[in-house]
Every structure is written in structure tokens, then in C-alpha cells.
């Protein structure tokens, strides 16, 4: 008979509290990668981070706050300008209007100041909760959400802390394990170890100081240097493969 496979553990407080000790020694210097002097650049720069690395963006900002210092200044920027300094980013059209808007939403309703809770951070164009939780947490150290990107949302589920793929159910379970104060600790130190670590596709599980707790399947096979094979990519059927010929076959009776 195959050896059955080891349960997987409960997410309780005290698995959660033991994982995020251990990763907070071994990554204390884990910190929000994005540089800022206050909300209103974080805000910009998470804004600007979506499908790119944090390294391009803190090459773009610099310009970009130099000319554009606060929100009064963004919001009467002229948009091409800013795409044009944005364009590295990617996806730069998109991005340009949401921090434009951003910024006219900021003097609009809050006076150009970056609000301190979530609910009216979301309220803002080209913010959602993610963000949201990234500069409150950070600039102004209130503990109001879990910031979900790719790289926690990877880790909790390997770590068994969380079981889905879906980034509010995530938030939902971690805040329901993880003490409010250390809400935003919990990002930096997943994100962290999510980078230098438990890669998306190199993991590091033989040096991972969080093996024991680790939940994930594939970690012994990754630990042991042999790791699990892909899966094949499924195959059509064979309906669809017949009907795919029979459209690439010439016409005989039509004479082609």
C-alpha cells in the first residue's frame, strides 16, 4: 500500500505565533521594500508596484516626486507627463490615471492628506484593500488589515496558516490567527520570506527555518533535491483534436 500522506495541521494561534517568531528571527531586517518619506509617496509607489517589482518602482519615483512633491501637484499633473515618467512600470496608461486620480480624490476629500483607515482609503480611485492596508500599516503604524499580495498568499497556504486562493479569504483567516498588533509585521515578514525562501518555483525548504511547521506536500521532495515533477499539460480530446483537422483539411469537394 502507498504510505499515506502526514495530515495537514490545523491552522491554530499557536502554530501561527510559533511560525512568525521563528521567521521574525531569522528576517528582522524584513521592512516594506518600497522607499517613501510619508503616505502620500507609499500610496503612490503600491499603486505603481501592481505587476512589476518594487526595485522598478523605487527607480521611477524618485523623478516622479521630484516633480510632483505632494497631492496638489499630481492632481494638476498633465497625465501624458506622467505616463511618460511612469511607462517602465508597465501597464503605464492605467497607472498614471490611477495615481492622478488618487491624488485628486486626496484634495477633494481629505484636504490632500492621506486618510488612517482602510474604509476610506478604498474609497479613493486606484486603491483597494491591499494598498490600502500597505500604507496605513506602514506610514502611519495602525494595524488595521493583513496586506495580501502573491508572495503571502503563497507562503500562508504552504505553511498551512491559510487555505485558499483567493486574497480576502486569506486576509480573513490570517487576521483570525495573527495578534492585531502584529498585523502589519505579518506582511513584511511573509513577503520577506516569500522572496528570499519559499520561491514560487525554486523554494528553499533544505535551509527553511520554518521546516518542521511548514505544511506544504512538496517540501521534503524540494528539501531533498529532488523535486516533484510538473504536471503534463492536459491533452485535447479527442472530439476537439478530430475537429481540429478536419477545419485544417483542404476542401476536397470544393477542389482546394
Request: proline share 7%; hydrophobic share 40%.
Amino acid at each position: 500500500m502507498p504510505p499515506r500522506r502526514r495530515a495537514r495541521p490545523r491552522p491554530t494561534k499557536e502554530r501561527a505565533k510559533a511560525i512568525l517568531d521563528i521567521l521574525e528571527a531569522a528576517h528582522p531586517e524584513a521592512k516594506c521594500a518600497l522607499d517613501h518619506q510619508n503616505a502620500f509617496e507609499l500610496a503612490v509607489a503600491t499603486i505603481l508596484s501592481a505587476q512589476t517589482t518594487d526595485v522598478r518602482v523605487n527607480i521611477v519615483t524618485p523623478q516622479l516626486f521630484a516633480k510632483y512633491q505632494d497631492a496638489g501637484s499630481l492632481a494638476r499633473a498633465p497625465l501624458a507627463d506622467v505616463e511618460e515618467i511612469v511607462h517602465s512600470t508597465g501597464f503605464y496608461k492605467a497607472k498614471a490615471k490611477s495615481i492622478v486620480g488618487f491624488a485628486r480624490g486626496l484634495v477633494e476629500k481629505h484636504g490632500g492628506l492621506v486618510p488612517r483607515t482602510i474604509a476610506e482609503m478604498v474609497s479613493l480611485p486606484g486603491v483597494g484593500r491591499k494598498t490600502a492596508s500597505v500604507v496605513i500599516g506602514h506610514a502611519y503604524g495602525v494595524n488595521e488589515g493583513i496586506a495580501v499580495d502573491t508572495h503571502v498568499l503563497r507562503v500562508a497556504n504552504r505553511l498551512g496558516l491559510a487555505d485558499s486562493h483567493d486574497a480576502t479569504k486569506v486576509e480573513a483567516e490570517l487576521m483570525g490567527l495573527v495578534p492585531r498588533e502584529r498585523w502589519t509585521r505579518t506582511t513584511d515578514l511573509l513577503i520577506f520570506h516569500g522572496r528570499k525562501v519559499c520561491d514560487a518555483r525554486r523554494p528553499l525548504c533544505g535551509v527553511c527555518p520554518v521546516f518542521a511547521l511548514c505544511a506544504w506536500e512538496s517540501r521534503q521532495a524540494w528539501a531533498s533535491g529532488t523535486p516533484p515533477k510538473p504536471r503534463p499539460a492536459r491533452t485535447a480530446r479527442p472530439a476537439t483534436r478530430r475537429l481540429a483537422r478536419a477545419r485544417a483539411r483542404p476542401d476536397r469537394r470544393r477542389g482546394r
